[in-house]
């Protein structure tokens, strides 16, 4: 994909969706890096159910840390690996405490030093709350950059440091989100919707769907 061709890619991609954002529910930086952390191989719509009965009872550190870990799991029990991701979140809460005032941090490297925050976690809150063009990717992002052309590569780090060099910069900040939902519910991975996929001319796949 040549750059005229990323050009239109996300200026339909924003035409189709101006104002994308995360589906995952949150009021604050705080309960956004919960949120994200919660969602780890889990989907957006589990983590929702769990933190929408959560948040109203505890939605700082201190309030998640007076919970105590069983307290926090009765919360999150119905969320993959949510043994390791409670026994994560409140380990993150004391070092924010201790490190941060209790404040999400607003770098890079603060947040991967967070117990339970990756490479992928830090980029989204970097993106999403406080603003920055970072791009997080995950599978579906990953696999939409590869198979249309857009920026492929053979693992996440390669594909973001790529889609960072081509997306151009008035979409950079919105492009973690308009490719995670076209991930998501169009260029789906198992059969893609080739058929209602607004840049399939666009797209070098070679096995396109009529599917829509």
Known sequence: MNPKQRLEFF???RSHNPHPTT???YSTPFELLVAVILSAQATDKSVNLATAKLFPHANT??????LGLSGLKRYIRTIGLFNTKAANILK???LLIEKH???VPRTREAL?????????????????????PTIAVDTHIFRVANRTG???????????KKLLRVVPDDFRHDAHHWLILHGRYTCVARKPRCGSCVVEDLCEYKDKTEDA
């Open 150 to 160: 857009l920026a492929p590569g053979k693992n996440v780090v390669e594909v973001e």
């Open 112 to 132: 991967e030093a967070l117990p339970g925050v990756g490479r992928k976690t830090a980029n989204v809150i970097l993106n999403t709350a406080f603003g920055e």
């Open 11 to 13: 200026s339909r991609l």
């Open 23 to 25: 589906e995952l529910v």
């Open 92 to 94: 993150m809460c004391a």
């Open 61 to 66: 550190p201190e309030q998640l840390l007076s």
């Open 101 to 103: 005032d209790g404040k």
